[in-house]
């Protein structure tokens, strides 16, 4: 089974400042990796998908990036509603199943 | 818009079984794929697997394979996850999630599933 490991487990980051974040597969997953938000209390919010295709009405300030093993995902300018858990989630074309990393909660710094 | 509707609270006793309901509306059931994934209190996300309501087919992470069945009714636009043999660290709330296979696009709100003696 894939395993997705996130870094760094949490991130303080201040208003205004980019954040980097990273996912990493124990193999290679071409580009089926998927970006996720979750906010308490709430249900995980669709990001990026295809690594760096942003889903419909997400800010421009989000972008995803990367191939094979290695993800990123990068807020340039951090606002106040990003602060939040980023979960990345890999899946296989076949079998048709999937893993999501631990997470990365992003905090104000 | 597109809303998933998921019932409501439950609380049982280790060994018992739960089955929880996720309703689709505002769009074509049969086309989207129905995930479920549940998040223990204050950990991530795992991922239980998948049901075509198209087909009936399903495919179900190995942590899960033999103790979750997941079924739909096309009539009434609502697939179910039910999980038995449950224990303590099942403990969760479990999401539906609907997909053209991938991406997970929209999701229910969630239901607490409480394992307890």
């Known amino acids: 089974e894939i395993v997705m490991t996130q870094s760094p487990a949490t991130l303080s980051v201040s208003p205004g400042e980019r954040a980097t974040l990273s996912c990493r597969a124990s193999q290679s997953v071409g580009s089926n990796l998927i970006w996720y938000q979750q906010k308490p209390g709430q249900a995980p919010r669709l990001l990026i998908y295809g690594a760096s295709t942003r889903a419909t009405d997400i800010p421009a300030r989000f972008s995803g990036s990367g191939s094979g093993t290695e993800f990123t995902l990068t807020i340039s300018s951090l606002q106040s509603e990003d602060f939040a858990v980023y979960y990345c989630q890999q899946y296989n074309n076949w079998p048709p199943v999937s893993v999501f990393g631990q997470g990365t909660k992003l905090e104000i710094k | ?117």
Not at chain 2, 38 to 67: C, D, H, V
Not at chain 2, 80 to 99: G, H
């Open chain 2, 1 to 117: 818009q597109v809303q998933l509707v998921q019932s409501g609270a439950e609380v049982k006793k280790p060994g018992a079984s739960v089955k929880v309901s996720c309703k689709a509306s505002g769009d074509t059931f049969t086309n989207y794929y129905m995930h479920w994934v549940r998040q223990a209190p204050g950990q991530g996300l795992e991922w239980m697997g998948w049901i075509n309501p198209n087909s009936g087919a399903t495919t179900y992470a190995p942590k899960f394979q033999g103790r979750v069945t997941m079924t739909r009714d096309t009539s009434i636009n609502t697939a179910y996850m039910e999980l038995v043999s449950l224990k303590s660290d099942d403990t969760a709330i479990y999401y539906c999630a609907r997909a053209r296979g991938w991406p997970l696009d929209h999701w229910g709100q969630g239901t607490l599933v409480t394992v307890s003696s």
